[in-house]
T-cell receptor, first 113, second 111 residues
């Protein structure tokens, strides 16, 4: 299997611009997670889905962030407008219902200037 | 209080020694506990998980869980320079499928 696929690998943008991060989970995985990693805060859970439905988005700043999962094989995380404090590595991860192993994608390094 | 706490390190050990990494968690009802390894610039990868009190061994790695003390640890025997990485503790809070991570402990194994 190809693993969790994220795109782009790197994104550099200017403050105020819209940013869209993309994720394709492992085929057959029921759960999809979006995490943000910074040196100061570590890995923070932003949102997670079960069978395309949002289960918990309490970690996501709702005023500028939105996450969608229109089908079982694709999810997006959108930031609009972006701010310098959004600079971080964003990871997508997925797992099966019956197996607790969480598999991570390679991450998207976001820099907001 | 953070939900999952780890000492950020760095923890430096000589090659061949035992490295001991510790983690405490706040949700007493948590059921599942995980250790991930993250090399610089890479994504986290699962190395151990444990559900029951006691020890679980896998090769050079041993995970230890003490639910009464809300404490999880990871021992790495015969440490190698290739073990140098950040080790992340993760907890599955009760009643959820989400994973809460600690900030990680940076391990340096000195050749």
């Amino acid at each position: 299997d190809a693993g969790v696929i994220q795109s782009p690998r790197h994104e550099v943008t200017e403050m105020g611009q819209e940013v869209t991060l993309r994720c394709k989970p492992i085929s057959g995985h029921d759960y999809l997670f979006w995490y943000r990693q910074t040196m100061m805060q570590g890995l923070e859970l932003l949102v997670y889905f079960n069978n395309k439905a949002v289960m918990d988005d309490s970690g996501m700043p709702k005023d500028r962030f939105s996450a969608k999962m229109p089908n079982a094989s694709f999810s997006t995380l959108k930031i609009q407008p972006s701010e310098p404090r959004d600079s971080a590595v964003y990871f997508c991860a997925s797992r099966r219902q019956v197996n607790e192993k969480l598999f991570f994608g390679s991450g998207t390094q976001l820099s907001v200037l | 209080q953070k939900e999952v706490e780890q000492n950020s390190g760095p923890l430096s050990v000589p090659e061949g020694a035992i490295a001991s990494l510790n983690c405490t968690y706040s949700d007493r009802g948590s059921q599942s506990f995980f250790w991930y390894r993250q090399y610089s610039g890479k994504s986290p990868e699962l190395i151990m998980f444990i559900y029951s009190n006691g020890d679980k061994e896998d090769g050079r790695f041993t995970a230890q869980l003490n639910k009464a003390s809300q404490y999880v640890s990871l021992l790495i025997r015969d440490s190698q320079p290739s073990d140098s990485a950040t080790y992340l503790c993760a907890v599955n809070p009760s009643g959820t499928y989400k994973y809460i991570f600690g900030t990680g402990t940076r391990l340096k194994v000195l050749a």
